[in-house]
């Protein structure tokens, strides 16, 4: 039985509503898009923050080593070929067994974590379960200093570290076989673009990277770019973008183009307290629907997406445009659990959580 002690910490619930200034943060509040955070990275838009909670690292941990590479065989001939004639059979009654072994070893690795609390400096660490807490089912750990900026992860196979400049942007992860990212700002801290290398020279002060998101006088996100590439079926390259609109302080309205053509009109309602109800978004006959709930702290509760985008029926087991995800927190703020629910209303996952100090 693992012996864990809850800690308390002082959460921020009083984020900035501008999140153009970018880090991760271990608190959640209430979410009030503002200026919507980038996709790719955490931020002080606890919707992100969960969003990036809700997807367990079992789809990762199917990455394994690559074993080294054999040597061809020549056409040199050898008196040791009869010996291994005579051992193919053997091999092959050895096989189930080498094939069990194989799996056992693997299970056992699963989670095996480098522990790095000697090595960094921090001031206490997210320990991340699936569904139940045990060490076979830690998922992996996060480090945060004390200011709650994330500043170390560490999973099955892998570790990435986060650095921050003196305005508590994040401008760089460094992780998985030295891939860096590095993310940009301009003069108002407002995160614009991100550069992908494994060069470790790389100066940032002169690379050339192309910007992403657009900001107004008011530092308000108006245009960001979500996805490019080449179409599967006829090989073209597109571009998605999306374009918000603004009453005063809160986004209204979001435009999503495919190209030129306009694929998702979404509308956003808040409630008394600024917090983020529902974000319609409808073309046509087609639809979806995030709707939010608040705790009394004004912190998520539920998120649930409905749509008749992609048809379900009978078969469909899982569909990632209709589930519901709720969420529990400690009495000092902190995520303690977070649920996925099917269509249906069954439970998919769940991701338990747990905190440490670092101990000295």
């Known amino acids: 039985m693992l012996n864990r002690k809850l800690i308390t910490f002082n959460s921020r619930t009083n984020h900035s509503r501008d999140v153009g200034a970018h880090s991760a943060k271990a608190d959640f509040c209430c979410y009030v898009p503002c200026t919507p955070a980038p996709k790719e990275m955490s931020s002080n838009d606890p919707l992100n923050q969960i969003t990036a909670l809700s997807c367990p690292s079992r789809e990762n941990q199917a990455r394994g080593k690559q074993s080294k590479p054999r040597g061809a065989p020549t056409g040199a001939k050898s008196n040791l070929a009869p010996i291994f004639l005579c051992l193919i059979p053997k091999m ?24 790095i609390s000697n090595q960094i400096d921090f001031a206490y660490k997210q320990l991340k379960y699936s569904d ?20 170390e992860t560490v999973g099955f196979e892998y570790r990435t570290k986060l650095i921050y400049d003196d305005n508590n942007n994040l401008i760089e992860t460094n992780g998985f076989r030295s891939q860096r990212k590095l993310l940009f700002y301009d003069k108002n801290n407002n995160f614009i673009g991100t550069y992908y290398t494994s060069d470790s020279i790389v100066d940032r002060d002169t690379i050339k990277f192309k910007q992403t998101r657009f900001y107004n006088s008011k530092n308000q996100l108006t245009r960001e770019h979500i996805h490019s590439g080449n179409n599967l079926v006829n090989g073209e390259y597109f571009e998605i973008w999306k374009k918000y609109e603004y009453l005063e302080n809160q986004i209204i309205k979001e435009i999503e183009t495919y190209n030129t053509d306009t694929i998702w009109i979404g509308k956003y309602t808040y409630d008394k307290n600024n917090n983020l109800l529902e974000i319609s978004r409808r073309l046509a006959d087609k639809y979806e629907i995030e709707i939010f709930s608040f705790n009394e702290l004004n912190k998520i509760k539920t998120r ?46 769940k991701n338990i959580y747990e905190y440490e100090p670092k101990k000295y």
């Open 132 to 151: 139940k807490v045990s060490e076979e089912n830690l998922e992996g750990i996060k480090y945060y200093s004390k200011d709650s900026l994330l500043i």
């Open 92 to 115: 092959n009654r050895l096989k189930p067994f080498l094939l069990l072994l194989i799996i056992i070893s693997s299970c056992q690795s699963r989670n095996e974590f480098a522990d």
């Open 304 to 349: 649930t997406i409905v749509s008749n985008e992609h048809k379900i029926d009978k078969h469909t087991s899982y569909s990632v445009n209709n589930n519901r995800t709720e969420y529990l927190y400690y009495e000092n703020g902190l995520i303690k659990e977070e649920t996925r629910f099917n269509h249906l209303g069954e439970e998919v996952w």
